[in-house]
């Protein structure tokens, strides 16, 4: 199985925030380019908030390779990866 370039892990049961995407300085040295990445993971995700309350997602350097549209079902394939709430 290959590695997937986002991966989702639930937080601990006291934690019901949002989200918390976390893009590391490894993926890429510009700031823009880190923000850009959040920004697209954030619209992806707007709806389905609630699934990812507390969770955290973590986007490795492979994710500079992929189009919108691959993000998208790289995304929507970890979430149902997830055990439900």
Do not use: F, H, W
Request: with cysteine; glycine share 2%.
């Amino acid at each position: 199985m290959e590695d997937s370039p986002i991966k989702i892990t639930k937080a601990t049961e006291g934690n019901k925030r949002k989200p918390v995407i976390v893009v590391s300085s490894k993926v890429s040295k510009k700031a823009v380019e880190r923000n850009t990445i959040k920004r697209r993971v954030r619209e992806i995700i707007k709806d389905k908030t609630s699934r990812l309350r507390g969770c955290k997602i973590i986007v490795s350097p492979a994710v500079l390779n992929l189009s919108y549209n691959q993000l998208e079902q790289e995304i929507k394939k970890e979430i149902n990866n997830l055990p439900p709430n």
